[in-house]
């Protein structure tokens, strides 16, 4: 350690870290907006700056690698009045529709440091950049933007994609995207992690709380949720509770409370999935076709592929995703058994994820002019809303989900993290190859948050290749070998976002690497709770092939279930 002298106070800290770094981990507030522990730093928000002794000018402390022997002070009256400035300089261009911006809430690190410092810009000169609401999934509004470049740094060297670029002019800078085309006509893969780091309102998910308020109020419709795995295990931090914290049986008692007639499961199809997507490997193994065979639930995993390798889309699994299966069946399956006539059904789903929002618009996604998944709300939008209607989530009494699709096992909610597809898989697979003889269970070995994990498996005297990446940037890494011919993998797990929906666009902010290793801990911690844990064990999935489907990988079972990306 070396030694340093930080407001008045010496300590003894870790070399190699900025003094920003330093002072959020000796709780010293240092407040920020260019600056994300996720991302490299930006430099370009000026309001992290200290003094340092000896340093003629006040320093950028996101940027300063702390020293031995440094004194430094994060806020004398300089500090301060410097800070001040800086707000003061974004606030005069920035819309004040706080009372009903998205980010209302305590959401805002601008409101947050503009109330911290008490700063009131006297007059405003808003540059009217205009909205861009173009996209399903993701809403800019370029006015609120402040030149922080998150969204440009996650973009490109998180995702690898770089859809945006920044503009400098009169009236501050601001990003945009490249050519300044709208949003849905770029390389966008809805993937909001530029939502997820921005400090602000200017990317948000499109929000349709108040659509799916007006529904809840309607008599004439029968309201039916699905919840994705990741919900159970990150809803809590929305209410103050430990990133991971299980929350599974406290969301069916607010969904309730708020006016859904039937509160099923994601978790229910991901076990489907785990049949139709395991048959489908089989049979690609036996045939020695389109291999490797590449996972299809996440769609902005999908977005990218169709963008970036069409020439590999016959190698993506044809399973819907667990999504959009749940989607085709709530609208046939369930109102068949019900008595119930699909058109008078809302199906509402739940996901920590942007680009469900585009995938449940995707022209495939329906039968007979009927959409599949009416409006998908991410974690944040309906952690909203509960707290709208004045439910607060670790108050209430657990309840079971509704019977015929609320079963899930621990294979379905390990889907949550990267490498879970494909345990899970591998779970039932395995079992199903050796008759049951290899009942493995802990999957070890493509278990962790690395963006990209290999593995070799025996299966049934067979060896089994696979890969799992996480991120865009990560699944390029594997598919530029799988393009060029240079890779030998049975099957290939890829989530669009790193560390898979536990990391999604749609998830609790903040969110950052330690928080998700939290989460994807206690999604491990569920799955080991679950009593069962193989996706072939689902009582309810065992039902619907009996009762409606006949056979994984059945006709019906495709007519519903499956689909063929072409674009
Ligand atoms: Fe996911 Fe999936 S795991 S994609 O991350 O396959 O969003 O949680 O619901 O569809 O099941 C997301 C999560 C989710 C699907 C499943």
Not at 28 to 53: M, R
Not at 255 to 271: C, E, M, N, Q
């Amino acid at each position: 350690g070396i030694n340093v002298v930080i407001n008045n106070k010496s300590l003894t800290v870790m070399e190699g870290k900025t003094i920003l770094e330093v002072c959020r981990e000796v709780g010293i507030n240092i407040p920020t907006l260019c600056y994300h522990p996720d991302l490299k730093p930006g430099g370009v928000c000026n309001l992290c700056v200290v003094e340092v002794a000896g340093e003629t000018e006040l320093v950028k402390s996101c940027e300063t690698e702390i020293k031995a022997g440094m004194v430094i002070n994060t806020d004398t009256e300089e500090v301060i009045a410097s800070r001040k400035e800086v707000l003061n300089e974004i606030l005069v261009r920035h819309p004040n529709d706080c009372l009903t911006c998205d980010r209302v809430g305590g959401d805002c690190e601008l409101q947050n440091a503009a109330y911290y410092y008490n700063v009131h810009p006297k007059e405003r000169n808003i540059p009217g950049r205009g909205l861009d609401v173009s996209s399903f999934a993701l809403t800019r509004d370029m006015d609120k933007c402040i030149g922080c470049e998150r969204c440009i740094r996650v973009c490109e060297d998180v995702q690898g994609i770089g859809i945006y670029k920044k503009v400098e002019t009169e009236n501050g800078s601001y990003a945009t995207t490249k050519e300044d085309a709208p949003i849905a006509e770029t390389d966008c893969i809805n993937c909001g992690q530029c939502v997820k780091v921005c400090p602000v309102g200017a990317l948000t998910e499109k929000n349709e709380i108040h659509k799916v308020m007006a529904v809840l109020r309607d008599p004439t419709k029968h309201v039916v949720v699905q919840m994705a795995p990741a919900i159970k295990n990150t809803m809590g931090e929305e209410f103050g509770l430990a990133p991971g914290t299980d929350v599974t049986f406290k969301l069916p008692t607010a969904l309730r409370k708020i006016g859904v007639d039937k509160v099923f499961d994601t978790d229910f199809s991901a076990d489907l999935t785990i049949m139709e997507e395991g048959t489908e490997f089989l049979n690609r193994v036996k045939e020695g076709k389109n291999l490797p065979l590449l996972t299809s639930c996440s769609p902005g995993w999908i977005k990218y592929i169709e963008h970036n390798y069409p020439q590999l889309l016959d190698n993506v699994s044809s399973c819907k995703s667990p999504q959009q299966m749940f989607g085709a069946l709530a609208k046939s399956y369930y109102p068949e058994t019900a008595g119930l006539d699909p058109k008078d059904i809302f199906h509402l789903s739940i996901m920590p994820c942007t680009a469900k929002k585009f995938e449940a618009n995707r022209p495939e996604m329906g039968h007979g002019g009927i959409q599949d998944v009416d409006v998908v709300l991410t974690t944040r939008e309906l952690a909203k809303l509960f707290k709208l209607e004045g439910i607060h989530l670790p108050q209430l009494e657990d309840q079971a989900f509704d019977k015929l699709m609320g079963e899930g096992t621990g294979a379905a909610r390990i889907f949550a993290t990267t490498g879970g597809v494909m345990e899970a898989a591998l779970r039932t697979v395995t079992w199903i190859l050796t008759e049951g003889e290899m009942d493995a269970i802990d999957y070890q070995v493509v278990r962790g948050l690395e963006g990209v994990k290999e593995a070799e498996l025996e299966v049934a005297g067979m060896k089994v290749k696979v890969a799992i990446a996480s991120g865009t940037s990560n699944a390029k890494k594997l598919m530029d070998k799988v393009a060029a011919g240079e890779a030998d993998y049975h099957f290939i797990e890829v989530m669009g976002c790193p560390t898979g929906c536990i990391g999604g666009g749609g998830a609790p902010i903040p969110d950052n690497q330690a928080v998700k290793l939290q989460r994807m801990e206690g999604i491990y911690a569920s799955d080991a709770g679950n009593p069962v844990r193989r996706s072939h064990e689902n009582t309810e999935v065992q039902k619907i092939y009996k009762d409606y489907l006949g056979e994984p990988g059945s006709h019906k079972a495709h007519h519903l279930l499956h689909t063929h990306y072409v674009d």
